[in-house]
């Protein structure tokens, strides 16, 4: 790799690449470490599945040659110094309709080497070796009050497309609900589908589709016959709930119920929704999963923040999405 590596003249220790063989407990726990107060569901997931996978003999003897195909971290770089991960950057593929992109994640740097430029020197590495590997875009995504980090991916080249807010209501006592004037909770009804469907592309964007739960788990949520038959399949206990006002639909939520008896819910509104309305349903969903751990969204921040505070959801964090260009064209 032909890159000009920028770092304080105090910083000991090299980067090389991730090895999974030896390196995943280690780069679980530098992850745990360095994001011990934001890491999300998703993150605290995927760190324990980390921590299996370094202890699966199986899974480490077929894992080395999958690197490129199936969307775990499982490739990447790392700053060793005196035999220790201090820092991380992750490369997790996806493909879709054709197209290789590339996520770079859990770019960590250990507290005590911090500002010294390994967390870039470490991305632009990964930024490489994606593009060496075809990619057509990279992403990666970032808490909006990082700034620091968001100057060096912004200064590499990735450009802001989209914000998103995990959110995260706790089982317990909750306000009862109140159905504003003219407004009917009800089930999801078959003639929804089409507007659900519509707010659920606006509110998850394309951009993403090829992240999941996205597009392309859509039809999971599907009114048909079809669509039923993937839920039994596949296991998936879904629950959806309309809520309409002077006669027209305002929202849909889609809940599922995982097996840690937490839930989680997808919000299909359009782009202006009405607050009340809102608040009401997911106040309902709220009710209606009171026995269970809690409950989980996600939605772009702005346009629905305030009802969804108003149902007792808080913020857990939001992330902003980056996308840079992958292989340049010859």
Excluded at 89 to 97: D, E, G, K, M, Y
Excluded at 119 to 137: C, D, H
Excluded at 237 to 264: F, I, P
Excluded at 268 to 295: E, I, K, S, V, W
Aim: with cysteine.
């Amino acid at each position: 790799m032909n890159l000009t590596l920028t770092l304080a003249s105090e910083t000991t220790g090299q980067a090389r690449p991730l090895n999974i063989l030896r390196d995943l407990t280690a780069v679980a726990d530098l992850i745990e470490l360095c994001f011990e107060t934001t890491l999300g569901s998703d993150g605290r997931a995927q760190v324990s599945e980390m921590r299996r996978h370094a202890r699966n003999r199986d899974f480490l003897g077929w894992a080395p040659h999958m690197v490129d195909v199936i969307s775990l971290p499982l490739s990447g770089f790392v700053w060793e110094d005196k035999g220790r991960v201090v820092g991380n950057a992750s490369l997790v593929p996806f493909h879709r309709w054709g197209r290789r992109i590339y996520l770079i994640a859990n770019v960590a740097t250990h507290p005590d080497y911090r500002g010294r430029g390994i967390g870039r020197i470490l991305t632009e590495m990964a930024m490489q070796r994606a593009r060496e590997k075809g990619a057509n875009a990279l992403w990666l995504h970032v808490r909006d009050d990082n700034l620091s980090a968001i100057h060096i991916y912004r200064d590499l080249g990735f450009r802001e497309r989209t914000r998103r807010t995990e959110w995260f209501a706790h089982s317990g006592t909750i306000p009862q609900h109140g159905e504003g004037p003219g407004a009917k909770i009800r089930l999801r009804a078959a003639d929804d589908w089409s507007s659900q469907r519509n707010w659920l592309e606006r509110g998850y964007p394309p951009d993403l589709e090829w992240y999941p739960p996205n597009q392309s788990s859509w039809d999971s949520f599907g009114p048909h016959l079809w669509d039923g038959f993937y839920r039994l399949l596949m296991d998936i206990d879904v629950s959806q709930w309309a809520v309409e006002k002077d006669g027209q639909l305002r929202a849909v939520l889609s809940c599922r119920l995982h097996e840690n008896r937490k839930a989680t819910a997808w919000l299909a509104a359009p782009p202006h929704p009405d607050p009340l309305a809102l608040t009401d349903l997911l106040l309902y969903a709220r009710r209606m999963f009171a026995h269970q751990r809690g409950l989980g969204l996600e939605y772009p921040s702005g346009p629905a923040d305030e009802a969804i505070r108003a149902a007792g959801f808080s913020a857990q964090r939001t992330l902003m999405w980056m996308e840079a260009p992958g292989q340049q064209p010859n």
